[in-house]
């Protein structure tokens, strides 16, 4: 592993301008890339010359490959080659409604296909070998049925806060999928949860997932300049889409076809998903280990530098086992 060395946060702004975005730009390419059912997906490869492993970055819901740029150049200071991407419905990516605060999906397993499609791509311009993967909340969702859908197609895995059960704060899940399914009976499937809001450029941090004020900053700052990275609340079909995933991957007989280490990291403070999720996958999959990240919230990665720095760490060595 080699040191590892962030933005100072109280000059992360400059810092993210003037050395993190150029050195991604000088290693970054598009990658054409046509998800399930003819989607055009977001898809970006930063790679040195001299990388010798690679990894696939997962973002998490109203999230966008944008929004783990830091993360992206972290790796790619250690070595690899990153397959960074926006899911449909996200960021740059193919979108099927016209609500831009508003992600919806048709079917969760969508984004599963898509994952795979992904890789496929960009396969001739990744070193040897099969790729990790990196699932963040959402994206460890989608990251954790892409192990038992294609138990061959990565060498490891980070279920990063992953999406294994939802917080619906209170409501019942079947009553959730009940109200779910009767808005989609009526035709506004593809509407925004009557729960959630449309995007307000006046976000503030105390509202928001991560520790690190500068992080939050920085990123809202993207997205008052960029309107495709607003993305803000869910459809009623994405909340049914969402929570019949998450019965999917916990299934015993699917839990039993991952074969691939994983390391499921937890927040200590999470509020947006539940560890009953996690734990069920940790029982079910021998090759998983737990790592619980103390006083951070759900964006871990957006975390003050004295959090990151252990918990990069962790993941780095966990990655370069053979």
């Known amino acids: 592993m080699r040191p590892i060395v962030l933005p100072e946060e109280n000059n992360y702004e400059a810092q993210m301008r003037d050395l993190v975005l150029p050195e991604l730009a000088a290693a970054a390419r598009e990658v054409p890339c046509t998800g399930e059912g003819g989607a055009a997906l977001n898809v970006r490869l930063y790679a040195p010359k001299d990388a010798a492993r690679s990894i ?41 409604v016209q609500d ?24 001739p311009l990744l070193p040897e070998g099969q790729p990790a993967l990196f699932g963040h909340s959402m994206g460890g969702g989608v990251a954790a049925r892409a192990l038992e859908l294609y138990p061959d197609l990565f060498r490891r895995c980070v279920l990063h806060a992953p999406m294994l059960r939802i917080n619906t704060h209170g ?19 593809d509407s925004r949860f009557f729960a959630q809001r449309p995007y307000d450029p006046q976000e503030r941090f105390a509202d928001g997932c991560c520790t690190s004020p500068a992080r939050f900053a920085w990123y809202a700052d993207r997205r008052r300049e960029e309107p495709c990275l607003r993305t803000n609340a869910a459809s ?64 871990i990665y957006r975390s003050t530098n004295e959090q990151l720095l252990p918990y990069l760490a962790e993941i780095f060595r966990f990655l370069e086992k053979e």
């Open 100 to 123: 831009p605060s508003v992600v919806h999906v048709e079917a969760f397993e969508d984004y599963v296909r898509d994952l795979k499609r992904v890789v496929e791509a960009a396969r």
């Open 236 to 299: 009623y079909r994405w909340i049914l889409e969402s929570l019949q995933n998450c019965d999917a991957v916990l299934k015993p007989e699917n839990l039993r076809r991952v074969r691939t280490p994983t390391l499921v990291i937890r927040a200590e403070l999470d509020a947006l998903v539940r560890p009953e999720g996690q734990d069920a996958f940790l029982r079910g999959v021998p090759c998983a280990q737990l790592y619980t990240v103390p006083n951070v919230k759900h964006e």
């Open 171 to 189: 409501v019942p899940e079947p009553v959730a999928k009940a109200i779910a399914r009767f808005f989609i009976a009526i035709g506004k499937g």
């Open 56 to 96: 696939v970055l997962c973002h998490g819901f109203t999230e966008s490959e944008e929004k783990l740029r830091e993360l992206s150049w972290l790796f790619l200071k250690q070595g690899y080659a990153v397959l960074a991407y926006d899911h449909r419905g996200h960021g740059r990516s193919a979108r099927a």
